[in-house]
Nanobody
């Protein structure tokens, strides 16, 4: 099993910045893609940013140029630097990992519990 624990959420004014971090632990053999998703109240979960093990990144159009995703493969962590935040980006931000473990054959999707980001006007 893989556990993902997010940190860094909170309350910030519009135009401000936050940095989210996610640490993976457990019987990890390897982690492939990692990503951040968000889900606002009453809305569907959406991809914010993703990063491959090799460092290739993909961003939602709405965050390009403002958000930066990065990862540390040695530490099994992924971070999301969010700048120029907007009120409409208030949501629970969830960490995702596509991983293999020592205990179960195959690749599986793992999710964190999420961290609340609230952007005030």
């Amino acid at each position: 099993q893989v556990q993902l624990v997010e940190s860094g959420g909170g309350l910030v004014q519009a135009g401000g910045s936050l940095r989210l971090s996610c640490a993976a632990s457990g019987s990890i053999f390897s982690i492939n893609d990692m990503a951040w998703y968000r889900q606002a109240l009453g809305k569907q979960r959406e991809l914010v940013a993703a990063i491959t093990r090799g460092g290739s990144t993909n961003y939602a159009d709405s965050v390009k140029g403002r958000f930066t995703i990065s990862r540390d493969n040695a530490k099994n962590t992924v971070s999301l630097q969010m700048n120029s935040l907007k009120t409409e980006e208030t949501a629970v931000y969830l960490c995702y990992a596509d991983a293999r473990t020592y205990t179960v054959s195959g690749r599986y999707d793992y999710w964190g519990q999420g961290t609340q980001v609230t952007v005030s006007s």
